[in-house]
């Protein structure tokens, strides 16, 4: 069974920088689309940003110029770099890694997940 371990959360005050990583137990990243999702208490979870399968990348208006995604086929890994953070970033952030053939991550749940990592910003 795959897995994907997020890591890298954290307390962080605002304006400072985390950097989320997600890590596959197994071979699954190249030619895979995959992305970032976030879930704020009370709230719908949210793409925040993915590469598709032929890795060009997309932002939420609100991560871009602050977040980074990238990935390492090789390594099976993916980073987010989040930098100049509010208090609104805080949520619970979720790697999502779609299935073959999947050109875009929608979410679904057949798709391999993280366990969610929490980051929390403070004002």
């Known amino acids: 069974q795959v897995r994907l371990v997020e890591s890298g959360g954290g307390l962080v005050q605002a304006g400072g920088s985390l950097r989320l990583s997600c890590a596959a137990s197994?071979?699954?990243?190249?030619?895979?689309?995959m992305g970032w999702y976030r879930q704020a208490p009370g709230k719908l979870s949210e793409l925040v940003a993915d590469?598709?399968?032929?890795?060009?990348?997309w932002y939420a208006d609100f991560a871009k110029g602050r977040f980074t995604l990238s990935r390492n086929n090789n390594e099976n890994t993916m980073l987010l770099q989040m930098n100049r953070l509010t208090p609104e970033d805080t949520a619970v952030y979720s790697c999502?890694?779609?299935?073959?053939?999947?050109?875009?991550?929608?979410?679904?749940?057949?798709?391999?997940w993280g366990q969610g990592i929490q980051v929390t910003v403070s004002s």
């Open positions: 197994a071979d699954i990243f190249r030619g895979s689309a």
């Open positions: 999502n890694v779609a299935k073959p053939g999947r050109i875009v991550v929608a979410g679904r749940r057949d798709d391999y």
């Open positions: 590469s598709s399968s032929d890795e060009i990348t």
